[in-house]
């Protein structure tokens, strides 16, 4: 079992480490808001992603590929979303990098699990790990169970990650115009990827 979970942490690792519309947003909150502010988001998100991880593996999956519609469905509410979060990290408020006081807030624990519970690479990614690492194991729910802890290990780094490069790149920010170029183009760059998302 140890060699399954070794690669299950690569697997789990490299699906929340790369681009995707969870990472974006925590890049650009952190960048706008510091990482500490950004931790709930980080949290919501691991926290749903896990879940997913254990509904596709109970089967959740198998209701999906049944109803195809239930899969566009989704897609059209976790676009939505995405969309609203894009314009939430473009309209982020310039502040002082002295003055952490803001008037808007930054994403919440819930609407970061929203954005996870919407993302279809979320879904993607848990489906595609529990074919490869549970359906074909036994005893199935303890290798399920193994997967569930080693996504939320992974995914929490995966994303925190991408809130600390913000958070780093934050510090570079020194005035308002580069502070708006940058929420704008983490903005951009989030609908390009539901655009892409989309067409797929």
Not at 47 to 56: D, E, K, N
Not at 172 to 180: C, E, M
Request: glycine content about 6%; overall charge positive.
């Amino acid at each position: 079992m140890f060699a399954v979970v070794i690669s299950m942490m690569l697997f789990a690792l490299i699906g929340a480490i790369s681009p995707g519309p969870v990472n974006i947003i925590a890049t650009g909150t952190a960048a706008s808001f510091g990482f500490k502010r950004t931790l709930p988001h980080v949290i919501g998100a691991t926290l749903a992603y896990t879940l997913i991880v254990f509904l596709a593996g109970i089967g959740l999956s198998q209701l999906l590929f049944a109803f195809p519609s239930l899969s566009q469905v989704l897609q059209v509410c976790g676009s939505a979303f995405l969309l609203y979060m894009a314009y939430k990290i473009a309209s982020a408020p310039v502040q002082s990098m002295e003055d952490d006081s803001q008037k808007k807030s930054p994403p919440s624990l819930l609407q970061g699990a929203l954005s996870q519970w919407l993302n279809p690479k979320a879904w993607l990614v848990s489906m595609s790990g529990v074919a490869v690492f549970v359906n074909v194991n036994n005893p199935y729910y303890l290798y399920l169970l193994a997967f569930c802890l080693v996504s939320f290990f992974m995914c929490f780094i995966g994303i925190g990650s991408w809130a600390l490069m913000g958070d780093v790149i934050r510090r570079f920010l020194s005035n308002a115009k580069q502070q708006v170029l940058f929420n704008r183009l983490m903005a951009i760059l989030l609908v390009v990827l539901v655009a892409l998302m989309i067409s797929f």
